[in-house]
């Protein structure tokens, strides 16, 4: 066994895996509204986050994710009982002071009746779509979103740096905002009205556009662009190619999430569009005179927490194509079920909790021993 | 190794030409030193090195440039990489990706050097630059000496022959650039890599040049020769060049070293002398307090500032903050203006508790220059500036104005407060910060990127200030700016006051905080050059 394979010796996992691991596990969620299912794909990937993460600023995204989800869910459910008819249920729960429309908007009713139905569909669709997006929060604090980028194919070179600068941008703002609003305080301003957002925010862009042409003259003096001749003809079918790949990829994904087609031609479309790409990034890849530093490996710990993540999927698509009860609830107020198959297909994606190696405990480095103080 | 044939640029728009008439060759494995005023052409002429200037800058460039046989006119710098490694001002600027392993990694990326090539060379050159315990860590955790050791061996992997340098150490503390330049001599010494590098501090790292490259600005020519004889004439010149021209000392030296084996026969002329400090009161002063701090706690997170600081500062005292980066220099300036507020303790500035007091209020007890003087000004010329100023601070039309004539005679009005020097740019900072008459003044390393010309300056505004009642308390690495103006030295370390006392009495005995002329001529209790000559002026 190579040393890359052992899933109990500390490194890094590809960010690559932690992805489609989430991607997953997010696929699986929007197979099903059941509740019991839902809240358990959240444990799941809340476990194997709490098992799995650094202490990088990044590994606190689930949190927030997860906080993003309840105020989904409760914007969802004041919403549903501000718009609620009678037309999902008869149980109404209590009655708020009904708006008075306009002509041209009958049909839309704000305020009056509000049916126990109307406020747990809310809810329940609400939940599935904040396990989505916590899906999506585990695969933000688990995989670092730099390391990602770093393992993109040679063609996408381009695009990976833009938006690491992006990543860098971001924060650097944010701190010469705070400095700079500090400043304004020592000039005896209070920070408010246009007056304060015009003299923050014009130092901000200037401070800004001075570090982009600092960064661009370090970048071209480190050799970034250093590319080998490619026609252009070339060039532009590598483009193409990628574009219409990507198309592809997205209709395919779509159409599967969604039921809008026939899941044949789906999985069809997926197919195509995926081996679109993959020639054109085959094609681009040959311009690139680059090499890289240390490479995520990928070995057998990826490959299982892969696999969770697409056994977790497919036996919960499977389960909905086959119609296991449970998938989907008759109607909002019956009590939920525990289908055993789903319930077995979502517990399978706590596998990366022991698969992914452990990560490397942080080095103390010794102090830094320099001035002599007297 | 790099041959300059009669270069000279000109900016696009620009009046006159930023270089002129640069020729001179550093030959291969010497470590070469540009000096000059601020602005005066020197980063142009690095820059020209690696062809930046006029592949990326734009402009006109005459003449030729040549590196390693390759002519910048038909290698771009990215056709350069290979051979130039180039550092600039400020280090984070040019990071490319988040961790240190990587950054080591990039130019070598772009470059295509093979996976195990790659590999060996970041090793090498973590444990080279002494960075192999923080190979793991985000770039924006590193403190500042750690930072330009990684820029400097991201510069260093794809081993080029040149390695050029901008102000590598100015913004350092003494510690940490004692640790760049030990980097430096290493590379020259032991790998053979030509450097070139420009600095405003001079005393740090005259002694290593092999060369010095003079750009005058202006209309002289670019000069380049022997240290030694350059700096004999030369308008900037370290603490140590000047006392070696006062005592007329042949060959004039340039090092600490040397300069104490030639001061023999000085220090015996000089003993016991007692120095008159320039411009400052004498004894123990008796002024009104001005600020005043009582076990000051203040915390960010986890980290823990200031510990317990408890200091005094009295009108007529110009009081220097030193200690490494980090030790809690800005945060204990951020405390006295209201911008942290403190976990415990009392903080008193000219008789406000400052994160009680409204802004408008306040800036008329204290003010602070931040580190970074441009965050002071928003406006798109000096003259709505300083009118901007007046209203901010609500005093007569002009007051700003006629400030700024005094600090910094000759801006024009319609200047971009961008197209300063360094140094003019801190006056306007500083007009404005005393167009309310704070008497307790703050500074924050007003010292960075001040030549010698613009420091001189700057503590004779200072001086003034002080004889006219108020008192300054400024943060700074710069022992020689301390030796020149502070009264009152205060270190503080991890968040503590580790010493408190007359300036003579803490920075004379210390390796790091000792000005080159204390060290020159210790035991005797000189700080400055001032001082020997006023001496001087005295015994004879």
Known sequence: MRAVDNPTLPRALHPGAWWLWA?????????????????????????????????????????????????????????????????????VLFILPEVPLPDWASGVKLGGEVTAEAVLTA????????????????????ASPRRLLKSLPGALYEVGVACVVALTFAPQLVTDARRIRAARRLR??????????????????????????ELAAAMDSR??????????LQRRITGALVLLGLFGVALGVYTLLTDAMDPLAAVGALAGGLLVSFAGLLAGHRRVARSRYRPDPWALPEWLVTASGAVA?????????????????????????????????????????????????????????????? | MIEFDRVSVTYDGAPGPALREATFTVPEGELALVIGRTGSGKSTLLRAINGLVPHFTGGTL????????????EYRPRDLADVVGIVGQDPMAGFVTDTVEDELAYTMESL???????????????????????????????????????????????????????????????????E???????????????????????????????????????????????????????????????????????????????????????????????????????????????????????????????????????????????GRNGAGKSTLLNALVGLVTPVSGAVDASGLTPVRTRPKDLVKAVGLVPQEPADLLYAATVRDECAQADADFRVADGTCRALLARLAPGIDDDTHPRDLSEGQRLCLALAVVLCGAPPLLLLDEPTRGLDYGAKQRLVEILRELTAAGHAVLLSTHDVELVAEVATRVVVLADGEVVADGETTAVVAGSPAFAPQVAKILAPLPFLTVGEVAAALGEAS
């Not at chain 1, 969620?29 to 444990?43: F, Q």
């Not at chain 1, 014009?202 to 570090?211: F, K, Q, Y």
């Not at chain 1, 662009?225 to 490619?230: I, S």
């Not at chain 1, 939920?336 to 080095?363: D, E, S």
């Open chain 1, 123 to 142: 809810v329940y669709d609400g939940l599935q779509l904040a396990t989505m997006l916590c899906c999506i929060g585990a695969a933000n604090a688990l």
């Open chain 1, 188 to 213: 005896g301003r209070t920070n408010r009205g246009l007056q304060a957002l015009r003299t923050t925010g014009m130092p901000i862009l200037e401070g800004a556009l001075d570090r982009s042409v």
């Open chain 1, 223 to 232: 050799g970034y662009g250093r590319t080998g001749h490619v026609p252009q």
């Open chain 2, 180 to 322: 760049v330049l030990a980097a430096l001599q290493r590379l020259v010494h032991d790998l053979g890599v030509t450097v070139v590098m420009a600095e405003h501090r001079l005393e740090r790292v005259v002694q290593y040049a092999d060369r010095v490259i003079e750009v005058p600005g202006g209309s002289g020519p670019v000069q380049s020769g022997e240290p030694v004889r350059l700096m004999a004439t030369a308008p900037v010149a370290p603490p140590v060049v000047q006392l070696g021209r006062l005592a007329g000392w042949s060959p004039l030296p340039l090092s600490v070293r040397d300069a104490r084996r030639a001061a023999g026969a000085l220090r015996t002329r000089l003993d016991g002398a007692v120095p008159l400090r320039a411009g400052m009161s004498t004894g123990t002063s008796t002024g009104t307090s001005l600020a005043r701090c009582r076990d000051l706690v203040v915390r960010y997170d986890r980290t823990v500032a200031l510990r317990g600081v408890t200091l005094e500062v009295t009108a007529g005292e110009v009081v220097a903050l030193m």
């Open chain 2, 112 to 178: 295509g050097i093979a996976p195990d090539v790659m590999r060996r060379r970041v090793e090498e050159t973590l444990d080279l630059l002494g960075l192999a315990d923080v190979r793991d860590r985000p770039l924006t955790a590193l403190s500042g000496g750690q930072r330009q050791r990684t820029a400097i061996g991201a510069a260093l992997t794809p081993h080029p022959a040149v390695l050029v340098l901008d102000e590598p150490t100015s913004a350092l503390d003494p510690g940490a650039a004692e």
């Open chain 1, 23 to 91: 991607i997953g596990l997010a696929v699986a969620a929007s197979r099903t509204r059941n509740p019991v299912l839902l809240i358990l794909l959240l444990a799941v990937t809340g476990f194997v986050v709490s098992a799995r993460r650094s202490d990088a600023p990044w590994a606190n995204s689930y949190a927030a994710f997860l906080r993003l989800g309840l105020v989904l869910i409760g914007v969802r459910v004041v919403l549903q009982a501000l718009l609620s008819t009678r037309s999902q249920g008869s149980h």
């Open chain 2, 62 to 73: 005459s003449g030729r440039v040549t590196v390693s046989g390759r002519d910048t006119r």
């Open chain 1, 313 to 374: 999927a497919g036996l919960t698509v499977i389960a909905a194509y086959a119609g296991v009860e449970g998938l989907v609830l008759p109607g909002p107020l019956t009590v939920p079920g525990v289908p055993l198959l789903p319930v077995v297909a979502i517990l399978v994606g706590l596998l990366p909790a022991v698969a992914a190696p452990p990560l490397a405990p942080p080095v103390q480095a010794p102090r830094r021993t320099e001035v002599a103080v007297p």
